[in-house]
């Protein structure tokens, strides 16, 4: 492998979001990405995750600011609506970016040439 290659794969890895590298949290960025808003419920079966899983994956992501939970009643629980914040979309962006520079350089290694 050059080193031009290496330092490319380097940054690619750097690019990527730890948060981000569960299924199930990348899921809910791209499933919200367009500006949806879904439920905790819908997003659970969507994701074929249960409560307790779904649960603790957007407390991840509340806290790291990528997704916002609002409730249709004051003081009430359920539903809860989560939906993508800017931090979260340019979040998705940067990952699926360092993604995108990973399977760029594949091209050439795949031993189709």
Do not use: C
């Not at 994956?57 to 003081?75: F, M, N, W």
């Amino acid at each position: 492998m050059s080193s031009s290659s290496a330092r490319r794969r380097e940054a690619s890895i750097a690019g990527l979001d730890k948060l981000l590298g569960h299924r199930s949290r990348l899921a809910v960025l791209v499933l919200l990405a367009d500006g949806t808003r879904l439920t905790f419920k819908r997003l659970a079966e969507l994701l074929d995750e249960t409560d307790g899983n779904m649960g603790a994956h957007l407390r991840k992501l509340v806290a790291a600011e990528y997704i916002s939970v609002a409730s249709d009643r004051p003081g009430g629980r359920q539903p809860r609506w989560y939906s993508i914040t800017g931090e979260g979309r340019a979040a998705l962006r940067s990952h699926l970016d360092a993604l995108q520079s990973f399977v760029d350089q594949l091209d050439g290694v795949t031993g189709d040439e």
